[in-house]
Nanobody, 114 residues
Framework: QVQLVESGGGLVQPGGSLRLSCVAS????????VGWYRQAPGKQRELVAQ???????NCADSVKGRLTTSRVNAKNTVYLQMNSLKPEDTAVYYC????????WGQGTPVTVSS
């Protein structure tokens, strides 16, 4: 059974940084494409970054240069490094497999505010 647990969110000032973690069980991240999504209040969930089986990454234009994703295969964990955070990055962040998504985790909230 696939399970995804996100952590690392919190309150940060504009310009600050956070690193989010996504621990997966029941499926191997290194042989699946994994995405980071976010859902801001009143908005639809959107894909912001993804990491392919090859390790190649891609991200949305709105976060390019500020958010990067990586993984540690031995820990079956995917990370989202968030730098130069802006108030518009405030959202609940989730991870999931792009093909055959598993059940959504609870996500980890990120609030960017002074």
């Amino acid at each position: 059974q696939v399970q995804l647990v996100e952590s690392g969110g919190g309150l940060v000032q504009p310009g600050g940084s956070l690193r989010l973690s996504c621990v997966a069980s029941g499926r191997i991240v290194s042989i699946n494409k994994v995405g980071w999504y976010r859902q801001a209040p009143g908005k639809q969930r959107e894909l912001v970054a993804q990491i392919a089986e090859s390790g190649g990454t891609n991200c949305a234009d709105s976060v390019k240069g500020r958010l990067t994703t990586s993984r540690v295969n031995a820990k079956n964990t995917v990370y989202l490094q968030m730098n130069s955070l802006k108030p518009e990055d405030t959202a609940v962040y989730y991870c999931n497999f792009l093909a055959r998504p598993g059940p959504w985790g609870q996500g980890t909230p990120v609030t960017v505010s002074s």
